[in-house]
């Protein structure tokens, strides 16, 4: 009997024992290996964008953004008018496509509480022409496009002012509609088309004010232009967001990449004198 609880007594110790080092080497093997750089965690930003160059600007910044932890997705869209609604909506969480005057007749209109972060560039309006190659050719009566949106059209007619064709009542400024005109000596028609379709207008009007994404999009050549739109434009691009998202870590970081020295020598590359980096 004392022989057989014997066996017994060592039968458990033994399994006991063997427990013990199971969990050991389950505990051991859990452990993290503290020598192991510590994986960054990602979050992800969607940025709505239109056309040249902005998306072949975010694009270069894109694995840049990686490095910093900022998966960025880029929401191509084909009308102007449909990025604001979409970042109010939280369909995006940025969008980089509009100058600041644009934004702030949005929010006029809307109600709307979008905020600008930084400014990036430059893009000149010019006046572009399929059958002048110089604004001294331009006939009586000619018909010009221009853009159909409040503050791109108010543009427009103070690139025409510029241009010496007509003349805008004092203090017009960039929301100035035909109404504002107070001198056409050419009698000028002015005609009012989606920006995105001026490149094709070209094909019946004597010339069209085309803002440069739309140009570069259906190939115009900008250095072809016979008007560009002086220096000391108020219409910088802007990185737009909701209010609460301004100081966001992944915005501040995209904001930043697109300041970039590299940015600026592409923009100077790639369209020169046609986009201008700040």
């Known amino acids: 009997m004392r022989k057989t609880l014997s066996i017994v007594l060592i039968a458990c110790l033994i399994l006991a024992l063997g427990l013990a080092a ?3 080497k ?3 093997q859990a452990a993290p290996d503290k020598g192991a750089p510590e994986k960054q965690a990602t979050e992800k930003l969607v940025v709505g ?3 040249e160059p902005h998306t072949a600007m975010l694009k270069m910044v894109k694995s840049k953004l990686a ?21 109010n909506d939280k ?9 600041i005057p644009y934004l702030e007749d949005f929010n006029a209109k809307t109600n709307s509480k979008l905020v600008w972060t930084v400014k990036i560039h430059t893009e000149p309006m010019r006046i572009y022409s399929e ?7 331009l006939a009586d009566g000619a018909i010009v496009g221009i853009p159909n949106d409040p503050t791109n059209s108010g543009r427009a007619l103070a690139v025409l002012q510029s241009a010496g064709l007509i003349k805008l009542k004092e203090g017009a400024g960039v929301t100035a509609t035909e109404r504002d005109i107070i001198e056409n000596p050419k009698k000028l028609e002015i005609k009012m088309a989606d920006a995105a379709t001026l490149p094709r207008v070209l094909q019946d009007a004597a010339i069209c004010c085309i803002n440069t ?16 739109e002086p220096g000391d434009s108020p219409f910088a691009n802007v990185v737009v967001v909701r209010p609460e998202d301004k100081d ?5 970081k995209l904001g930043k990449a697109l300041q970039s020295p590299e940015i600026a020598d592409f923009l100077k590359t790639n369209y020169p004198a046609v986009v201008l980096a700040f």
């Open 91 to 99: 369909q995006i969480d940025a969008n980089f496509f509009q100058h």
């Open 213 to 228: 994404n739309y140009a570069l999009d259906a190939g115009l050549d900008p250095m072809k232009a016979v008007f560009v």
């Open 22 to 24: 199971g969990c050991s």
């Open 67 to 87: 490095e910093q932890g900022v998966e960025m997705e880029i929401k191509d869209f084909t009308e102007y008018s449909q990025l604001n609604p979409a970042l």
């Open 49 to 51: 964008a239109i056309g």
């Open 26 to 28: 389950k505990t051991e």
């Open 131 to 137: 059958k002048i190659d110089n604004l001294d050719k």
């Open 248 to 252: 966001k870590d992944s915005i501040v």
